[in-house]
């Protein structure tokens, strides 16, 4: 442990330092590159909106939801009334609710 101790110890007291013709180039594509960031490029209103907003996700989020209401809407799962069926076809519905009417009171049993 005494021996990996004293290289550390060497390795910090050592200077270290890039050669100048590095630290010249880095320096020079740092300018570079700071000149380019000053112009900020001109975006239009709705441009700025919409990154502003987050709105590209937003109006995902918003046709997906309207396909699947639209969806459900035409072809409801098994378990829901069908609302096409319901506005449409209504016989079916209006002769389940006038035999309820009569059969619940009794009233199909009078006489003939």
């Known amino acids: 442990m005494k021996e990996v101790d004293q290289l ?3 390795a910090q007291s050592e200077e270290h ?7 010249a180039r880095v320096l020079l594509d740092a300018d570079r590159i ?4 000053t112009k900020p490029a001109r975006r ?3 441009r700025q909106l ?20 639209f969806w459900v809407g035409i072809d409801p799962p098994v378990g829901l009334f ?5 506005v449409f076809w209504n ?6 609710e006038e035999a ?6 009794g009233w199909d049993l009078g006489e003939i």
């Open 50 to 69: 919409s990154d502003d907003l987050n709105l590209w996700p937003m109006l995902g989020g918003l046709a997906v939801a309207c396909s699947l209401g």
């Open 44 to 46: 239009g209103f709705f």
């Open 82 to 86: 069908d609302p096409i069926e319901t």
């Open 34 to 37: 700071q000149q380019a960031r």
């Open 100 to 105: 309820a009417e009569l059969s619940g009171f």
């Open 91 to 96: 016989d079916s519905f209006t002769e389940l």
């Open 17 to 23: 330092t890039p050669p100048h013709a590095l630290m």
């Open 8 to 10: 550390l110890a060497a």
